[in-house]
Antibody, heavy 122, light 109 residues
């Protein structure tokens, strides 16, 4: 059974930093691209970042580019999201998601974690 | 803001058929990129419902179907059941980013 377990969320002041982790199990982690998707309270889904199978390619939404960094450790089957320069509008539940598909422009998110809440407030 | 527009809400009686539209443009759905659909029950993570425009993952009932034409797509739920009450999102690709629809809340009357 595929499991994605996020951790690292919490309350942080504006301008602060936070590191999210996503522990993956139940599939061969290094075979799949991975992503982070967030959902602000009471709002819709927003794609945040993606990383290729071996970590060589990374992609970011314009809203987080230059502030967030995605990475992965295949030896630990773990996905990370380093967040810096946090703003109130970054407050959201952050979901880790596994991609399925063959081409970057056709991928869907076939497995999701339960999410971790990040609150940016003074 | 999202580039894929969905109606905020749709409703139907048990057993009825409801449809949810997802309207995009020439830079996403109209460019030929696949459309995928997700169901999000209250307080839970999203679940992949339809991938590649009209394919159901294993375990998804065949009451759920989808189609795509031009710059739009749609999700249909036939034989509506109380457990279908949830938020539904379409998703595609646009200008090097993954985009979600605005979301539609389905209510069972």
């Amino acid at each position: 059974e595929v499991q994605l377990l996020e951790s690292g969320g919490g309350l942080v002041q504006p301008g602060g930093s936070l590191r999210l982790s996503c522990a993956a199990s139940g599939f061969t982690f290094s075979h799949y691209a991975m992503s982070w998707v967030r959902q602000a309270p009471g709002k819709g889904l927003e794609w945040v970042s993606a990383i290729s199978r071996f970590g060589g390619d990374t992609f970011y939404a314009d809203s987080v580019k230059g502030r967030f960094t995605i990475s992965r450790d295949s030896s630990e089957n773990t996905l990370f999201l380093e967040m810096a320069g946090l703003r109130a509008e970054d407050t959201a539940i952050y979901f880790c998601a596994k991609y399925q598909g063959s081409y970057w422009n056709q991928l869907s998110f076939d497995q999701w974690g339960q999410g971790t809440l990040v609150t940016v407030s003074s | 803001q999202s580039v894929l527009a969905q109606p905020p809400s749709v409703s139907g009686a048990p057993g009825q058929r409801v449809t949810i539209s997802c309207t995009g443009s020439s830079s996403n759905i109209g460019a030929g990129y696949d459309v995928h659909w997700y169901q999000q029950l209250p307080g839970t993570a999203p679940r992949l419902l339809i991938y590649g425009n009209n394919n159901r993952p294993s375990g998804v009932p065949d009451r759920f179907s989808a189609s795509k034409s031009g710059t739009s797509a749609s999700l249909a739920i036939t034989g509506l059941q109380s457990e279908d009450e949830a938020d539904y999102y379409c998703q595609s690709y646009d200008l090097s980013a993954y985009v979600f629809g605005t979301g539609t809340k389905v209510s069972v009357l």
